[in-house]
């Protein structure tokens, strides 16, 4: 672990150089910490894989006072975590949702029900939220899942596209340019300006994908466009 | 009918920006507002505005506007051009001066001359409802501001007050240092130690320019590449306005104010944030110089720079 200035404006605490559970839930934990401790002038907490940053207003404390602050709220690495909200994601698969699927079942040597079924039943990680505004990065996907990033990105992928990448999993919130590949659509909004906290998932956050069928997703798309939707969510051990 | 201005040009890329957006980093939003926020503050003392009240930035070539409003006050900071009045009392108004203009009149600013970014604010603020507690505009996430996008010809953006008292005009008591030369200042890190001692050397002793992809997320800089010691591609970390990222290229970004909030490049310095307005208005083209600082001295900078920024509000000269 050390503690390493960003500027003048922040403080990055960096438990390791991978990705890896122990350092997310490290990190994860020193961000609640750092939140409860309310520490004068720190303006909001930017978790990653290897690291969280501490922002600060330079005119409200300084960075000196700050790192001694947050040095004393590091825990020996061994705390018990805390329960973390377990969203069920709504996901088609069927081909006309999943434009990379085949290619996936093709480079994997699996078939594409094989690849459902490996994304289908592993509860991901969210280790932190970025790249555009309310893109989860979740992982870790079953080793035979694991492919590099398309040779050739798209230029715009629709929102609530599924995609699997390197060890990780994500949901494009936006249209936006991507390298992943498209293994399935969900209907759910992942980023709405209209909610208080416009990002739906959050890090440190489960996720389970969860099979619908195209008419399941047209359903659930409407009841969505109606504001009448509400994706499922319950707390559940870490 | 609502007061307003009516964009009859729109400039290369104006854009409503107030103090930035807090708090939404760790959902991906970046914090956004002006790439100079001296210029800001200072436009806005100078009609008489709280300190990041929303205003418009424009970049490089700023916007042709007309009053829609039985009148209104603007002022120009952050470049050596001029307000130009092409309307009834044509005339010409230079930057760091207020200026009260009535119903009709039409005033543009030109291209920027010296300086990449420069704001115009307007007594009593645009009428822009916060997203996420800020006007400030992030065009790629189409956040905040007009319509999540920069101005566009025939629009008609709101203001707050339908008209504004005849007074003393004001103008700043010397012009606006724009700093087209000045050394900027950085703090060595978060991975300096991925890179070689020679790429530190390089950094803080070499003449960088300011090439032509420069906006609001990031500058890429030309001049010598700077060597990485343990590669380039890391597990990503968070990202603050002003960190220097060298990609596989070895050629330095400075990121700016729409920057991505996590990034996989490591990051070799990061310019103090007294210096963010400093690089938020240099053009592509000019030189750009590093020196290093400690932390201790980059917070004591913007203590100060911020004073003066008080100081300069309590003391404009009536004219």
């Known amino acids: ?76 690495g061994s705390g018990e975590a805390a329960p973390v909200r377990l969203w069920r994601i709504p996901t088609c698969y069927a081909a006309s949702h999943a434009p990379d699927l085949a290619e996936v079942a093709q480079r994997t040597g699996l078939s594409t029900a094989e690849v459902v079924g490996l994304h289908s039943s592993t509860r991901f990680h969210i280790y932190m939220i970025g790249f555009v505004p309310g893109y989860p990065y979740m992982g870790d996907l079953p080793a ?56 739906l998932l959050g890090p440190g956050d489960a996720v389970w994908f969860e099979p619908i069928t195209v008419r399941e997703f047209d359903a659930i798309r409407a009841a969505v466009a109606a504001d009448a939707y509400q994706v499922p969510c319950e707390t559940a051990a870490a | 009918m609502m007061p307003a201005l009516e964009v009859i040009a729109p400039g290369l890329h104006t854009t409503v920006q107030d103090q930035g957006r807090i708090g939404y980093q760790d959902i991906g939003v970046p914090a956004s507002g002006p790439l100079d926020r001296v210029s800001l503050n200072l436009a806005n003392a100078l009609v008489g505005n709280p300190p990041g009240t929303p205003a418009l930035e424009m970049l490089l070539h ?62 009593g603020g645009l009428d822009i409802p916060p997203v996420l507690g800020s006007a400030s505009t992030y065009v790629r996430g189409a956040i905040g501001g007009f319509q999540g996008r920069r101005l566009q010809a025939s629009d008609v953006v709101p203001l707050t007050l339908a008209g504004v008292a005849v007074r003393t005009e004001y103008s700043l008591s010397r012009p606006l240092d724009l700093a087209l030369d000045q050394p900027i200042r950085v703090v060595l890190g978060p991975q300096a130690d991925y890179f070689t001692d020679g790429a530190v050397k390089t950094l803080l002793s070499s003449d960088y320019t300011v090439s032509p992809q420069a906006d609001r997320m990031g500058y890429r800089l030309e001049g010598p590449a700077l060597a990485h010691a343990k590669g380039y591609d890391i597990v990503s970390d968070g990202i603050v306005a002003g960190a220097i990222q060298v990609p596989g290229s070895g050629l330095p970004i400075v990121l700016m104010v729409d920057n991505q909030t996590i990034g996989g490049y490591p990051k070799i310095a990061t310019v103090i944030s007294a210096d963010i307005p400093v690089v938020g208005r240099r053009k592509p083209g000019r030189p750009i110089r590093f020196v290093a600082v400690d932390v201790h001295e980059a917070e004591r900078l913007r203590r100060e720079q911020e004073a003066a920024i008080r100081r300069e509000a309590e003391t404009l000269l009536p004219l």
């Open chain 1, 1 to 76: 672990m050390r503690l390493l200035p960003a500027g003048d404006t922040a403080v990055i605490v960096e438990f390791g150089d991978r990705i890896d559970r122990v350092v997310s839930d490290r990190v994860l934990r020193l961000s609640a910490r750092v939140r409860a401790a309310n520490l004068p002038g720190v303006v909001e907490m930017v978790p990653t894989f290897r690291s969280l940053m501490v922002r600060y207003d330079p005119l409200a404390t300084d960075g000196a006072s700050l790192t001694v602050a947050i040095e004393s709220l590091l825990d020996s």
């Open chain 2, 62 to 123: 700023g916007p042709t506007l007309k009053v829609m409003a039985e009148s209104v006050r603007v002022a120009l900071v952050g470049c050596s051009a001029a307000i130009e009045i092409r309307s009834g009392d044509a005339r010409i108004v230079p930057a760091g001066r207020s200026v009260r203009l009535t119903r009709g009149d039409v005033f543009r600013i030109g291209a920027l001359r010296d300086s990449v970014s420069a704001c115009l604010a307007i007594e």
């Open chain 1, 144 to 199: 035979p899942l694991v492919l590099p990033r398309r040779a050739d990105p798209r230029i715009r992928v629709p929102p609530g596209s599924i995609a699997i990448a390197t060890t990780m999993t994500a949901i494009y919130p936006l249209e936006s340019p991507g390298g992943w590949h498209l293994i399935g659509t969900t209907p759910v909004r992942l980023f709405d300006l209209r909610r208080a906290r416009p990002a």
